[in-house]
């Protein structure tokens, strides 16, 4: 296969694997904006744990303790505690730290229904999978270089998120984090983030005119295909 095919299907999986983190694992599972069907949960699931290793309860947890603590003690990765630098280049080892406390997962995730991956118990293995999808698909040292990049990028995205908009950019409402355009336009709306530090449970992270939301579209056409049910956008406050 061509070097152009490889970074265009590359790019491609990693950025579903973005998508499907804002949708499934950040506004339907974690803040229950939103529900989603059980065939497109499951489909979340599995490209999830192939091809980034995450344990949809897991994150969830994680990322209801950031809400709970946000930028105080107790964040799991907040760059005001650790330093911007440290969450931007550490934010996977600190979300692995936080991930693997079981008490956390416990506490924060008392609703969270188990589908028939997370009763698979191959949980620790799963992106090994990806990586031979990787390397059947792309030859074994393409196919690594390809899967260890994605992994980087997707990694880098989520990081900035956690990071620089806790930090840089705007404000449209009183609270620590901050909305940056460009990382929202690359993250699937997730750059919106003083956005959805003020209205956790909105499914739409754009609220003034002008932002846009590369996820909300997604959500409103996996409703009309009766795939997603919305539960909640807020009247944004006065500007
Ligand atoms: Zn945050
Ligand atoms: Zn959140």
């Not at 490209?47 to 209801?64: E, S």
């Not at 929202?184 to 449970?201: I, K, S, V």
């Not at 996820?215 to 909640?232: F, Y």
């Amino acid at each position: 296969m061509s070097l152009f095919w490889i970074c265009v299907i590359t790019l491609a999986i990693m950025k579903i694997s973005v998508f499907m983190t804002t949708i499934y694992l950040h506004r339907s599972l974690t803040h229950r904006g939103l529900e989603l069907s059980s065939l497109v949960r499951f489909i979340c699931h599995l490209h999830l744990a192939l091809f980034t290793g995450i344990q949809p309860r897991q994150w969830v947890a994680v990322h209801r303790k950031h809400h709970q603590f946000s930028d105080g003690e107790g964040d799991p990765h907040s760059p005001l505690v650790y330093g911007l630098w440290t969450v931007l280049l550490g934010n996977a080892l600190l979300y692995r730290k936080e991930a693997a406390n079981p008490a956390t997962v416990c506490k924060y995730t008392p609703d969270y229904r188990e589908d028939i991956l997370d009763k698979a118990h191959i949980k620790d293995w799963t992106a090994l999978g990806g990586l031979a999808i990787f390397m059947l698909m792309f030859g074994w040292l393409a196919g690594l270089i390809a899967f260890l990049a994605q992994g980087a990028i997707y990694i880098l995205l989520n990081s900035s998120i956690n990071s620089i908009c806790h930090v840089i950019g705007y404000r449209n409402f009183d609270n620590q984090a901050t909305n940056v355009t460009l990382i929202a336009m690359l993250t699937g709306g997730e750059g919106y983030h003083n956005n959805h530090h003020e209205y956790p449970t909105s499914a739409r992270f754009a609220m003034r005119p002008g932002e846009l939301d590369p996820a909300w579209p997604v959500i409103v056409a996996l409703e009309k295909l009766g795939l997603a049910k919305v539960n909640r956008i807020p009247i944004a406050k006065a500007a």
